[in-house]
């Protein structure tokens, strides 16, 4: 059993940053490959980022990162963009993780909110 709790979302201007951590508990946790969703309002929850992938509308913005030592792992999120805006969830899957489809992801946390204004 692996659980997953987000932290560090909020509320930031056009072209800031913002650090989402994703603290995974349970003893096998360095197991699990971790990616990070995103739901908007009225949207379907789409893919972010995993260790290996990025989605194209991040690319060059967003970068995953992760401490084995804290069993964490990191969204870090620069030049926001108010289409960012979003509930973000992290999601662990057995093995690398690297994957896009969320259908791969067994354990999802409780998601945190991004909120960009322009």
């Known amino acids: 059993q692996v659980q997953l709790v987000e932290s560090g979302g909020g509320l930031v201007q056009a072209g800031g940053s913002l650090r989402l951590s994703c603290a995974g508990s349970g003893h096998t946790f360095n197991r699990y490959g971790v990616a990070w969703f995103r739901q908007a309002p009225g949207k379907e929850r789409e893919f972010v980022a995993s260790?290996?992938y990025y989605a194209d509308s991040v690319k060059g913005r967003f970068t995953t990162s992760r401490d084995n030592a804290k069993n964490t792992v990191y969204l870090q999120m620069n030049s926001l963009k108010p289409e960012d805006t979003a509930v973000y969830y992290c999601?662990?899957?057995?093995?690398?993780?690297?994957?896009?489809?969320?259908?791969?992801?067994?354990?999802w946390g409780q998601g945190t909110q991004v909120t960009v204004s322009l």
């Open positions: 260790i290996v």
């Open positions: 999601a662990a899957a057995y093995g690398s993780g690297a994957y896009t489809d969320e259908r791969a992801y067994i354990y």
